[in-house]
Nanobody, 117 residues
């Protein structure tokens, strides 16, 4: 069982930055592929960025060049650095962990990001 706790969301002006963190409990964090998803009101949840257990990253085209996913296995934490934020980035951001072998997955509770002047 893995528990995920996101933090770092909030209100920011367009062009600003935020860094989201997702701390994972449990063992063998390094065996999990980690990802950030987001869901805006009235829209489907979409993947924002993903980082595999071996550190390979993928970023949604909508955020490429602005957002960066990273992980620190010594801290059981995955990060999402968000720069040049736009109002359309406003959403609840969710952390996801998927075991690299069994494919079992877990979700965090989400953190609200609001980009507005």
């Amino acid at each position: 069982q893995v528990q995920l706790v996101e933090s770092g969301g909030g209100l920011v002006q367009p062009g600003g930055s935020l860094r989201l963190s997702c701390a994972a409990s449990g063992s063998f964090f390094g065996l999990y592929h980690m990802a950030w998803y987001r869901q805006a009101p009235g829209k489907q949840r979409e993947v924002v960025a993903r980082i595999t257990s071996d550190g390979t990253t993928m970023h949604n085209e909508l955020v490429k060049g602005r957002f960066t996913i990273s992980r620190d296995n010594s801290k059981n934490t995955v990060y999402l650095q968000m720069n040049s934020l736009k109002p359309q980035d406003t959403a609840v951001y969710y952390c996801n962990a998927q075991h690299s072998t069994t494919a079992l997955y877990y979700w965090g509770q989400g953190t609200q990001v609001t980009v507005s002047s």
